[in-house]
């Protein structure tokens, strides 16, 4: 699996099962950005690594759970972020 479909699959994890903020998950099935990625990826810490930095470099220049966390950050701007780094992914 590349980065792509991890990207796109991580979108579909929070769009189905729910987003939070502050940590990985919380216990409802809802998770953080980074807590998606690492879920998708499994035990490949080089999916998760090449998916993680593929969608930091275009949303932040800062960490990624930091940008997760923001005040005012939303579910739809996080799905909505990764399905942009899944099309240039594409690209």
């Known amino acids: ?15 189905d099962g729910g987003w939070c903020q502050f940590d990985m998950s919380d ?3 809802r998770h ?3 807590g ?3 879920v998708v990826a499994g035990r490949d810490n080089g999916r998760f690594y090449a998916a993680r930095d593929f969608l930091r470099d ?3 220049g800062g960490g990624l759970m930091s940008w997760n966390d923001s005040p005012g950050r939303t579910a739809e701007e996080v799905i909505a972020a990764l399905e942009a780094a899944a ?3 594409d690209a």
């Open 1 to 15: 699996m590349g980065v792509k479909q991890d990207l796109q699959n991580a979108a579909a994890l929070l769009r």
């Open 27 to 29: 216990g409802y099935g």
């Open 32 to 34: 953080c950005v980074h």
């Open 36 to 38: 998606a990625l690492l």
């Open 58 to 60: 275009r949303v932040t």
């Open 87 to 89: 099309e240039a992914a």
